[in-house]
């Protein structure tokens, strides 16, 4: 019954390694989000993408870009990790829906746990 | 975006009721409360919606207020799996492409 995919539960890397998370959902849904979750700082938006192949920045994009190839797949890239980068990353999806996007709810994936060396 | 305030955390004895608050006060005509939780070393999952009416599911209550500038998710009963950092976020009805914003939510305590 699992909706939203991340390949990795744990991941650990070095300084300046290119880092891919990936994402995969099956709910046929438009939007697809990577979210970061630092102790203190809550959940920050990094980027989102309502359709294939459009992306939004988020709240804290620098350091990170985004690929959606494929509507069920968005994934998070660091070119060149860095310690600070060291954190809990969400993906999530939720419907667009038509006027009433408001109440399409967000399904979040378990998490990928990034350890920058 | 309009914000939402929570208090830090709250406490809650096994099998009580539970009454989590969110103060919304900005809140537009279009905006939909949500509720989401986050279980300890998981991702968030949804726990309930709503615009205006008070809305019921298997899991908890939504009570909103009148002016809908406040809103209470109630917990019936709560169990010690109900300890979690609780969000309570708007979400525009009418922006396709809007953001969930997440502040830093309430985290509740179960006590035995």
């Known amino acids: 019954d699992v909706k939203v995919t991340q390949s990795s539960r744990y991941l650990v890397k070095r300084t300046g390694e290119k880092v891919f998370l990936e994402c995969v959902q099956d709910?046929?849904?438009?939007?697809m989000f990577w979210y970061r979750q630092d102790p203190g700082l809550g959940l920050r938006l990094i980027y989102f993408?309502?359709?294939?192949?459009?992306?939004e920045k988020g709240d804290i994009p620098e350091g990170y870009s985004v690929s959606r190839e494929k509507k069920e797949r968005f994934s998070l890239i660091l070119e060149s990790a860095s310690t600070n980068q060291t954190s809990m990353y969400l993906c999530?999806?939720?419907?667009?829906?038509?006027?009433?996007?408001?109440?399409?709810?967000?399904?979040f994936g378990a998490g990928s746990r990034l350890t920058v060396l | 975006d309009a914000k939402t305030t929570q208090p830090n955390s709250m406490e809650s004895n096994e099998e009580e009721p539970v009454h989590l608050p969110c103060n919304h006060s900005t809140i537009s005509g279009t905006d939909y409360i949500h509720w989401y939780r986050q279980l300890p070393s998981q991702g968030p999952e949804y726990v309930i919606h709503?615009?205006?009416s008070n809305v019921n599911n298997r899991m908890a209550s939504l009570a909103i207020a009148e002016d809908r500038k406040s809103s209470t998710l109630i917990l019936h009963r709560a169990t010690l799996r109900d300890a979690a950092v609780y969000y309570c976020?708007?979400?525009?009805?009418?922006?396709?492409?809007?953001?969930?914003?997440f502040g830093p939510g309430t985290r509740l305590s179960v006590l035995p």
């Open positions: 976020i708007l979400r525009d009805g009418l922006n396709y492409g809007q953001n969930f914003v």
């Open positions: 999530a999806s939720s419907l667009v829906g038509t006027g009433i996007s408001g109440a399409n709810v967000l399904t």
């Open positions: 993408s309502y359709d294939v192949k459009m992306k």
């Open positions: 709503g615009l205006t």
């Open positions: 709910m046929d849904h438009e939007n």
